[in-house]
C-alpha cells in the first residue's frame, strides 16, 4: 500500500469522532493557528494553500488585517467557519510576516511572544469577570515554526524563538519549501521520475533526509519543547497512523496554490522543468499529514494540552508572582518604544474586538436565516397535511371509504 493510502482523503471535520478524545461540545470548537518564522520562508504561501487545498469550503474567509504599519513583526489573522456533517470548527490563522526582517533580529520574536503571553493574560482576565459570556479567546493552539531549507541545522534565531514559543504554545517544527532541498534530493527526485516511467511521480524520503535528524537532534539538544501527540489508541489503524504523523516530525512542507494538470489529474504543486513537486502527495511533502494532525486527528489534543497545560501553568506562575487584579508587568520593554508599543496594543486590541464582533454578527445572520427556513418549511409542511385533509375528504365523499395510500 502506498504511504498517501493510509491516510484517508479529504480534510473531514467529521472524522473528528475518530480522534481519541471526542469532540463534543455542539457548539463546536474553535482552534486558532499560528504560523511564525522568518520572512520569506512561505508561511503566508502556506496558510493560503491550507485554505484553499486543505480546507473543503470554507463558510467564509473572513477577515485578512494588518496591523502594524512600521517595520516591525505583524499580525495577520484570518478566519474560516468549517462545518462537515454537523460539527463544527471556527478556524483562525494568525500569520505574523515581518520577523526577522531586521539587521539585529535578536529581539525580533519578542512582540509575538508577548503576543502569545497577551491571549493567556486577556483570557485570565475574562474568566476572573462576574460575567463570562462572549469571552474573546484568541489563544493559540498551535505554532507551526517555519525553518529555512538551508540543508544545514538551526540558525541561533531559530533556537531561541523556538525555545520562547514552545514553552508558551504547541510548538510544531515545519521545513518550510521542502522542493528546494539540495541538488542530491532534487536529483533523487529526477532518478525516481525516471524510475516510475512517465508517471512523473516523484520520490524524496524527507523523513530520512540528514538536515532533519540534525534539526531533531538540536531541538532534543537544546531542551526545545515541541508537541508531541497521543500515539495510542483502540482501534490499531489510528495507532498506525498517529505514529505515522508523529515520525513525520519536522513536517517538510511545500506550499503552493497553483493548479496544475498532470494527466487527467489537476492538483496543487510546483511546476518544474523535471516535473511537479505536488503539495498533497505524500511521497513529496508532509503537508497531508500535517494538515490531518492539525485538523482532524490531533486538533481537540491540541486544543486540550493548550487548557490544560499551557495556559494552565501561564496562570499559575501569574498567580505566584502577582497579586490579585494587578497589572502583568511587560518583561520585554523596551522604554523607547513604551508608549508606541502601548498604542499599538491598544489598537490591535481594538481591532480584534472589532473583528470578532463582526464574525458574531455573520454568525447570528446565519441562525436567524436557518430559523426563517425552518418556519418556512413547517408551514409549507402545514400546507401539505391540510392538503391531505382536503382531499381524504374529497375520496370519502366519493368513494365512501378511506383512501387507499
Ligand atoms: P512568508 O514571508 O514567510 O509569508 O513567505 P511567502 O509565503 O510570501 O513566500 C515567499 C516566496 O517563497 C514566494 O515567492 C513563494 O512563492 C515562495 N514559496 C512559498 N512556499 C514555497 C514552497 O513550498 N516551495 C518553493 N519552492 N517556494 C515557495
Known amino acids: 500500500m502506498s504511504p498517501s493510502a493510509l491516510l484517508p482523503d479529504g480534510v ?34 502556506y496558510v493560503n494553500t491550507l485554505f484553499t487545498s486543505g480546507i473543503k469550503d470554507p463558510k467564509k474567509l473572513h477577515l485578512r488585517h494588518t496591523k502594524q504599519t512600521e517595520k516591525t513583526v505583524e499580525i495577520e489573522i484570518t478566519k474560516a467557519e468549517l462545518e462537515e456533517k454537523n460539527f ?9 510576516p515581518g520577523f526577522g526582517d531586521y539587521v539585529n533580529n535578536r529581539d ?29 479567546d484568541l489563544r493559540v493552539h498551535a505554532c507551526l515554526y517555519f525553518i529555512r531549507p538551508n540543508g544545514h541545522t538551526l540558525k541561533p534565531l531559530d533556537i ?19 522542493d528546494t532541498l539540495t541538488p542530491q534530493d532534487l536529483a533523487k527526485f529526477k532518478r ?3 524510475r516510475k516511467g512517465g508517471e512523473r511521480a516523484l520520490l524524496i524520503c524527507l523523513t530520512h533526509h540528514p538536515s532533519i535528524t540534525q534539526i531533531l537532534d538540536v531541538i532534543h539538544a537544546q531542551g526545545i519543547q515541541i508537541y508531541s501527540c497521543p500515539i495510542e489508541s483502540d482501534d490499531e489503524e ?8 508523529m515520525d513525520a516530525m519536522p513536517f517538510a512542507v511545500i506550499g503552493s496554490t497553483e ?21 498533497e502527495n505524500e511521497d513529496h511533502c508532509d503537508f497531508k499529514k500535517l494538515r490531518t494532525l492539525l485538523i482532524r486527528s490531533h486538533m481537540h489534543d491540541l486544543i486540550s494540552t493548550t487548557e490544560e497545560t499551557h495556559y494552565e501553568s501561564y496562570r499559575q506562575t501569574q498567580m505566584e508572582t502577582r497579586k490579585f487584579g494587578e497589572q502583568k508587568p511587560k518583561k520585554y520593554e523596551n522604554p523607547k518604544f513604551k508608549e508606541k ?47 391531505e385533509g382536503e382531499l381524504e375528504q374529497m375520496y370519502q365523499m366519493h368513494h365512501r371509504g378511506p383512501m387507499r395510500r
Open 12 to 45: 473531514g471535520i467529521a472524522h473528528l469522532p475518530n480522534q481519541r478524545h471526542k469532540i463534543v461540545s455542539k457548539r463546536g470548537a474553535k482552534f486558532t493557528l499560528m504560523v511564525c518564522g522568518e520572512s520569506g520562508c512561505g508561511k503566508s504561501t
Open 88 to 96: 463544527k470548527v471556527k478556524l483562525t490563522v494568525i500569520d505574523t
Open 108 to 136: 525580533s520574536w519578542m512582540p509575538i511572544v508577548e503576543f502569545l503571553d497577551d491571549q493567556h493574560e486577556s483570557f485570565m482576565g475574562q474568566e476572573q469577570q462576574p460575567t463570562r459570556a462572549g469571552i474573546i
Open 160 to 178: 531561541e524563538v523556538m525555545k520562547q514559543i514552545g514553552s508558551r504554545v504547541n510548538l510544531i517544527p515545519v521545513i518550510a519549501k521542502a
Open 192 to 194: 525516481n521520475v525516471s
Open 238 to 245: 489510528v495507532t498506525s497512523t498517529n505514529q505515522r504523523i
Open 259 to 279: 493548479d496544475i494538470t498532470i494527466g487527467d489529474r489537476t492538483v496543487k504543486g510546483r511546476q518544474y522543468s523535471w516535473g511537479v513537486a505536488e503539495v
Open 341 to 387: 508599543e502601548e498604542q499599538l496594543r491598544l489598537a490591535f486590541t481594538e481591532q480584534v474586538k472589532k473583528e470578532e464582533n463582526r464574525f458574531r454578527q455573520w454568525e447570528a445572520q446565519l441562525v436567524s436565516e436557518r430559523d426563517r427556513l425552518n418556519k418556512d418549511l413547517e408551514a409549507q409542511h402545514a400546507q401539505i397535511k391540510a392538503m
